[in-house]
């Protein structure tokens, strides 16, 4: 069974970077059919599309957030990342590492529990 | 870009009613459309892809409809796990864009 795992700091002060890590287990990221993705939910609203990556290192941005946000891979350790630069309290969410559908359908069909990260001093 | 618009924001029935809900999009997609569920404390979970494809071990109550700009979601008999938030997603612009939309809370009356 297919598990992902988020894992970073909680608390991230403002203007600083949040680096997220997400674990895959149960399979693995160079399996071509699928993207890894974030995605991200503030508080009490619907979830928000952050980034996502194929094995190969081709990746996609959402473009509101693309000019301070880097995602990569490494497949020696199935391992994928987050980083996103000069957060502001607007970038307090719940973090979500997915598996996306590379093939036909591209949506999220496996999800990890989340991290909640917020921005404050 | 295209935007989604949910209705109605809360939706509120018993368990064993049948739950409609509706996704508009802003222009045409296709059949572009996603379905996810969300319960409290836990992630979105993939219904529906494509308007009305099941993703697997979704029960037959859950089914999907629509084409263009309007869909629908149509929960059968509400079991009381199925008391949660129901998130639409559109693919069409991808991967320029991947929006969700606001939500439905379906929740007991």
């Known amino acids: 069974q297919l598990q992902l795992q988020e894992s970073g700091p909680r608390l991230v002060k403002p203007s600083e970077t949040l680096s997220l890590t997400c674990a895959v287990s149960?399979?693995?990221?160079?399996?071509?059919?699928?993207?890894w993705a974030w995605i991200r939910q503030p508080p009490g609203k619907g979830p928000e599309w952050i980034a996502s990556?194929?094995?190969?290192?081709?990746?996609y941005y959402n473009p509101s957030l693309r000019s301070r946000v880097a995602i990569s891979v490494d497949t020696s350790s199935d391992l994928f990342f987050l980083r996103l630069r000069s957060v502001t309290a607007a970038d307090t969410a719940v973090y979500y590492c997915a598996r996306q559908e590379a093939l036909v359908s591209f949506y999220f069909d496996y999800w990890g529990q989340g991290t909640l990260a917020t921005v404050s001093s | 870009e295209v935007v989604l618009t949910q209705s109605p924001a809360t939706l509120s029935l018993s368990p064993g009613d049948t739950a409609t809900l509706s996704c508009r999009a802003s222009?045409?997609?296709?059949?572009?459309l996603a379905w996810y569920q969300q319960r409290p404390g836990q992630a979105p979970r993939l219904l529906i892809y494509d308007s009305s494809n099941r993703a697997p071990g979704i029960p037959a109550r859950f089914s999907g409809r629509g084409s263009g700009t309007d869909f629908t979601l149509t929960i059968s008999s509400l079991e009381p796990e199925d008391f949660a938030v129901y998130y639409c997603?559109?693919?069409?612009?991808?991967?320029?864009?991947?929006?969700f939309g606001p939500g439905t809370k379906v929740d007991i009356k």
């Open positions: 990556i194929y094995y190969t290192g081709s990746s």
């Open positions: 222009q045409s997609i296709n059949t572009y």
């Open positions: 997603q559109q693919r069409f612009n991808w991967p320029h864009s991947f929006p």
């Open positions: 149960g399979g693995t990221v160079t399996n071509s059919g699928y993207y």
